[in-house]
T-cell receptor, first 114, second 114 residues
Framework: SAVISQKPSRDICQRGTSLTIQCQVD?????MFWYRQQPGQSLTLIAT?????????ESGFVIDKFPISRPNLTFSTLTVSNMSPEDSSIYLC???????????FGEGSRLTVL | GENVEQHPSTLSVQEGDSAVIKCTYS??????FPWYKQELGKRPQLIID?????GEKKDQRIAVTLNKTAKHFSLHITETQPEDSAVYFC?????????????FGTGTKLQVIP
């Protein structure tokens, strides 16, 4: 199994600012993903974090708004840029266990934008 | 891309009764179908999964069935207990091939009434 540490766990942000969320996995994994979960809703995939190259974004998500880095196999960051109240959500880092396909999640980062 | 539909959105059962949650998927390339349980304020956690070469899998009180021809899969919980109360998400993935992205259903909020 993989243990994923994610920070910050929560933050209150002002409109127009940016916030970077960090994700650290305790073991080597192949795939890392970032999801968004709005209150009471399902998990929506934002992007696949690719090691050493640009992330692969899902429809409706763009690099300028959600820049992602993955400098090595076990670390990734997601930045939420130029935030608006609509960005208030929980952002979840996840990593895929290569041998089983199980997706492990960080504890999530709850962002509130005022 | 993959689209996963899940029903019902809410489900209330008496303790000891069974609960059934049903999902359909759209992409015939999907091979792996995990189920996640998310307790309030917690991260999603895998409870059971099934692969496309298997029609049914059971783990104690939990069982999953898969009909790949019809693109249907279901979660069955028997002898429900209050601690089963949570939100359950079905998901589909093309793991181990393809992009290995995991697409989630809309979720079912299960309430087990003591």
């Amino acid at each position: 199994s993989a243990v994923i540490s994610q920070k910050p766990s929560r933050d209150i942000c002002q409109r127009g600012t940016s916030l970077t969320i960090q994700c650290q996995v305790d073991s080597q994994v192949t795939m890392m993903f970032w999801y968004r979960q709005q209150p009471g809703q399902s998990l929506t995939l934002i992007a696949t974090a690719n090691q050493g190259s640009e992330a692969t974004y899902e429809s409706g998500f763009v690099i300028d708004k959600f820049p992602i880095s993955r400098p090595n196999l076990t670390f990734s960051t997601l930045t939420v840029s130029n935030m608006s109240p609509e960005d208030s959500s929980i952002y979840l880092c996840s990593a895929l266990a290569a041998n089983t396909g199980e997706l492990f999640f960080g504890e999530g980062s709850r962002l509130t934008v005022l | 891309g993959e689209n996963v539909e899940q029903h019902p959105s809410t489900l209330s059962v008496q303790e000891g009764d069974s609960a059934v949650i049903k999902c359909t998927y759209s992409d015939s390339a999907s091979n792996y179908f995990p189920w996640y349980k998310q307790e309030l304020g917690k991260r999603p956690q895998l409870i059971i999964d099934i692969r496309s070469n298997v029609g049914e899998k059971k783990d104690q009180r939990i069982a999953v069935t898969l009909n790949k021809t019809a693109k249907h899969f279901s979660l069955h919980i028997t002898e429900t207990q209050p601690e089963d109360s949570a939100v359950y998400f079905c998901a589909a993935s093309d793991y181990p091939g393809g992009y290995q992205k995991v697409t989630f259903g809309t979720g079912t909020k299960l309430q087990v009434i003591p």
